[in-house]
């Protein structure tokens, strides 16, 4: 079993940054890869960067490549999506999530899920 909280949205201006961070709690969280998923208002959840168990292999969907960054520190059972320049298309709620697949974009294959943290983008 795997816990999941995010934590670090808020409301920001276009161009800004913003650092989101999910803690793990469960003795096997090193053993799951990790997505960042997110659902904007009328629309359906969509995969946006997931990390594998080590943090050694990174997937992002195109139109955040470059702008976001997908990291761990399993140390700290810590996951973070530090996102930059940002734009009011990234407004939605963001879900951090466990999966044992490796380069999962499907939220099926996730079982595990936190409780979302609202990030607003303003123009």
């Known amino acids: 079993q795997v816990q999941l909280v995010e934590s670090g949205g808020g409301l920001v201006q276009a161009g800004d940054s913003l650092s989101l961070s999910c803690a793990a709690s469960g003795r096997t969280f090193s053993s799951y890869n990790v997505g960042w998923f997110r659902q904007a208002p009328g629309k359906e959840r969509e995969f946006v960067a997931s990390?594998?168990?080590?943090?050694?292999?990174?997937l992002y969907r195109v139109s955040v490549k470059g702008r976001f960054t997908i990291s761990r520190d399993n140390s700290k059972n810590m996951i973070y999506l530090q996102m930059n320049n940002l734009t009011p298309d990234d407004t939605a709620i963001y879900y951090c999530a466990a999966s044992l697949w490796l380069r999962a974009t499907e939220e099926s294959k996730y079982p595990y899920w936190g409780q979302g943290t609202q990030v607003t983008v303003s123009s």
């Open positions: 990390i594998d168990r080590r943090g050694s292999d990174t």
